[in-house]
C-alpha cells in the first residue's frame, strides 16, 4: 500500500524565512496526521528519530516520508520503506547548477545531464530521485555514492514542482 498526498502552501512573503519554514514543516506534519488516520487509523502518533535524524513512528509496518520547498509539502505514507522528494522547478541548468551537480552528482548522472535536451528538468529529475532514495535507506548511503540509475522512481509533476517517491 502506498498512498502519496501533497498541496500547495500559501504564506505572506513578507513573512521571515524562519517563519516560512517553520508553516512548511507544520503543514507536512498536519497532512502526516492526517493521511496516518486516514490510512491507517493512527491518531496522535509520537514521532521518534533514529540515530542518523530519520523521523519514525513506533508502529510496525508504517512508513513515512515528507518533504517540502518554496510553498509546497508532500507526503506519503506505506506499509513498506518509502522516501519522497520535492522540489521548486526554478533554475535553469546553468554553471552554478553544473557546479551542484559535480560536486554531488555520480560521472553517468551528469553524462545525463550532458546528453539530455532538458538538462534542467533532468537535474531535478536526478536530485529529487537523490533525496527520495536516501530518505527511504534512512540516510545509510551517502548521498553522493546514490547511483539514481540502479533504481526505480516514481515521478509526480504538479506545475512548477516536481516529486519523486522511492519505494
Same mark, same amino acid.
Given at each position: 500500500?502506498? +498512498? #502519496?498526498?501533497?498541496? &500547495?502552501?500559501?504564506?505572506?512573503?513578507?513573512?521571515?524565512? /524562519? !517563519?516560512?519554514? @517553520?508553516?512548511? &514543516?507544520?503543514?507536512?506534519?498536519?497532512?502526516?496526521?492526517?493521511?496516518?488516520?486516514?490510512?491507517?487509523?493512527?491518531?496522535?502518533?509520537?514521532?521518534?528519530?533514529?540515530?542518523?535524524? *530519520?523521523?519514525?513512528? $513506533?508502529?510496525?509496518?508504517?512508513?513515512?516520508? #515528507?518533504? &517540502?520547498?518554496?510553498?509546497?509539502? @508532500?507526503? @506519503?505514507?506505506? $506499509?513498506?520503506?518509502?522516501?519522497? !522528494?520535492?522540489?521548486?522547478?526554478?533554475?535553469?541548468?546553468? *554553471?552554478?547548477? +553544473?557546479?551542484?551537480?559535480? /560536486?554531488?552528482?555520480?560521472?553517468? +548522472? #551528469?553524462?545525463?545531464?550532458?546528453?539530455?535536451?532538458?538538462?534542467?528538468?533532468?537535474?531535478?529529475?536526478?536530485?529529487? @530521485?537523490?533525496?527520495?532514495?536516501?530518505?527511504?535507506?534512512?540516510? !545509510?548511503?551517502?548521498? %553522493?555514492?546514490? $547511483?539514481? %540509475?540502479? &533504481?526505480?522512481? %516514481?515521478?509526480?509533476?504538479?506545475?512548477?514542482?516536481?516529486?519523486?517517491?522511492?519505494?
Amino acid at each position: 500500500m502506498l +498512498e #502519496i498526498k501533497y498541496k &500547495h502552501i500559501s504564506y505572506d512573503e513578507n513573512m521571515i524565512e /524562519r !517563519d516560512k519554514t @517553520a508553516l512548511l &514543516h507544520n503543514s507536512a506534519y498536519e497532512l502526516l496526521y492526517s493521511m496516518l488516520n486516514k490510512y491507517f487509523g493512527i491518531n496522535n502518533p509520537k514521532i521518534l528519530k533514529t540515530a542518523k535524524g *530519520k523521523p519514525y513512528i $513506533d508502529n510496525k509496518g508504517v512508513y513515512f516520508s #515528507i518533504s &517540502h520547498t518554496y510553498g509546497f509539502v @508532500a507526503c @506519503a505514507v506505506s $506499509d513498506s520503506p518509502i522516501g519522497i !522528494d520535492c522540489e521548486k522547478i526554478t533554475t535553469k541548468y546553468d *554553471k552554478k547548477a +553544473e557546479s551542484f551537480a559535480n /560536486r554531488y552528482f555520480l560521472e553517468n +548522472e #551528469i553524462n545525463l545531464l550532458k546528453n539530455e535536451a532538458f538538462s534542467s528538468l533532468c537535474f531535478y529529475k536526478i536530485w529529487t @530521485a537523490k533525496e527520495a532514495i536516501y530518505k527511504m535507506q534512512g540516510g !545509510d548511503i551517502p548521498i %553522493t555514492k546514490i $547511483d539514481v %540509475t540502479a &533504481h526505480t522512481v %516514481t515521478y509526480i509533476f504538479e506545475k512548477d514542482y516536481i516529486i519523486c517517491v522511492k519505494n
